[in-house]
């Protein structure tokens, strides 16, 4: 079945505690994005990548990095998570532009 | 930057249509799509439209595109209860990006 799969689902963490939230699509796409969810702000892209090794700035990175060593998996890293990071992550992943994204099932992160 | 607006709430009764609009800036914008999204659930591509395209019909979805008013819109017809969900419209200009709209939620009443 053509996913994208993300994990963990839910997680609760403190602040300044290094995080990585996983996701991994087996659909061959060669673009990867994440993008974190808040109420009344609608989708919010944090970083996006084009393909292996390139990766881009979406309209919210800040506190956030990703890297892309393979096509399959586009992790997304809190180095030092803090309160305003509460939010739901997707992941998503695109073939052709008409396309759209496929997205992953989401994470619901808290940090206290 | 790019815009995409819609409005926050529409509430229905079953069997009649839905309509949810939505307003973007964006003149280069490629593509347009639909997204669902049920409680817990990730999105759901429902339906895209070509920016050169007027009108797209999938069985009971009808998707309106005004290019001139950057206007677009979904038409729900004979809405079911299984429709309550919150609708997005995005808006995909050259290379990755999408942007968002904030969301319609649709309550359909029995």
């Known amino acids: 079945e053509a996913q994208v799969t993300q994990n963990p689902r839910y997680l609760i963490t403190v602040t300044g505690k290094k995080l990585t939230v996983t996701c991994s699509q087996n659909m061959n796409h060669e673009y990867m994005s994440w993008y974190r969810q808040d109420p009344g702000l609608g989708l919010r892209q944090i970083y996006y990548s084009m393909n292996v090794e390139v990766t881009d700035k979406g309209d919210v990175p800040e506190g956030y990095k990703v890297s892309r060593k393979e096509k399959r998996n586009f992790p997304l890293i809190l180095e030092s998570p803090s309160p305003n990071q509460t939010s739901l992550y997707f992941c998503a992943s695109r073939g052709t532009q008409k396309g759209g994204y496929t997205f992953g099932s989401g994470t619901r992160l808290t940090v206290v | 930057g790019e815009d995409v607006e819609q409005s926050l709430f529409l509430s229905v009764r079953e069997g009649d249509s839905s309509v949810i609009n939505c307003t973007y800036t964006?003149?280069?914008?490629?593509?347009l799509y639909w997204y669902k999204q049920e409680p817990g659930a990730g999105l759901q591509l429902l339906t895209y439209?070509?920016?050169?395209?007027d009108m797209k019909q999938d069985q009971r979805l009808t998707v309106l595109l005004n290019k001139k008013d950057k206007h677009l819109s979904l038409r729900i017809a004979d809405t079911q209860t299984g429709d309550s969900a919150i609708y997005f419209c995005?808006?995909?200009?050259?290379?990755?990006?999408?942007?968002f709209g904030g969301g319609t939620r649709l309550m359909v009443k029995p």
């Open positions: 995005a808006e995909g200009g050259a290379g990755n990006m999408l942007t």
């Open positions: 964006d003149s280069s914008s490629t593509y």
């Open positions: 439209i070509f920016s050169n395209m």
